[in-house]
């Protein structure tokens, strides 16, 4: 296939931009996309860390300033991997000079400055797609065409955890590089927008709208040592929120994350009942789907636990890896991200999900911690 150069430029150079450098390193040797990715530019903030980036994952260039990415004539795409309290600056920056933009989640620190950011990506006619990668774990993809096909029936129940354990001494800092996700100033919640946003993406993708929501959150160290203060300062996230919540199609969903539930690293869960069968995913086994068909027959009814490695059955994305029976993994989820995004570019569609989409899920972040301050149920507007 003949494939016209995208040139990239990668702010930041932390979790995230590994990801999604690693995303651009691969696409071209696994999918037949129109374009070919180039790493032009990474952009960091010390110098000699970001020229070390550079040169051990192939960027032409380095800076620490992110302008220089946004200006420059020869960058077709801009990738946006920093704390969440400079997403809006860049993006809409990006956007005025006429870039494609990727952003990781959440798409803002709130659905105000979300809904700016929609507006400049809107206003300026450019590609724009929001990180939310576990809607392309090949598993997690299958469970959308299974309930697309109607195979589950009505919805009667959405529930969904996301558990880690990171947080729990009192010596973690908050703010600083890997920590700013404590600092309320940098992340703008707690693991509502990091976490739950995630779950929330998946669900209203798989799903449908969420209408209403009824949460409560904790803080359970109520204060950290400041990285970039150097004093001791107020928490400002939720350490861990719950909420249940009303789907538009009439189904109940029920949600719980935390950064407190000690033996769990990243336990992302999710479970869908319908009147037909039931789905279940594990991202501590992000490979398998479990399913449920009541129409089975009854002697061999069950749980199926499906090993989504086999594109000869119809696994999304398996064609592009390695023989049925073998694995990928987190890493690959961004790979498929770069492709879809690349795929959608060259048929002239937008990408899901778009920046319009992702401020649906900042939304409902937001009525959730509303409904936590206020104890009471919040409609999402
Ligand atoms: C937090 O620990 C974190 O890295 C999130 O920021 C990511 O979005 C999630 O995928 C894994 O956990």
Redesign the pocket.
Known sequence: MAQKPLNVGLIGYG?MGRTHSNAHRLVNQFFDVPYRTVLKSICGLVAEEAKAFAAKWGYESYTTNWREVVERKDIDLVEICVPNNVHAEIAIAAAKAGKMIICE?PLALNSAQAEKMVQAVEKAKVPNLVSFNYRRVPAVTLAKILIDEGRLGKIFHYRANFL?D?TISADVPQGGMGTW?LDVKAAGSGVTG??LA?CIDTAMWHNGPITRVNAMTETFIKERKNVETGKVEPVGIDDACTFFCSFENGSMGNFESTRYARGHK?LYTLEINGEKASIRWDLHDLHRLQYFDHKDDGKLRGWRSIHVTDHGGGHPYMSHWWVPGLAIGYAESFVHQIADFLDSLAKGKPASPTFREALATQKVCDAVLKSAKAGKWVDVK
């Open positions: 979790f989640k880690q990171w996700r990091d976490l995630h990243a």
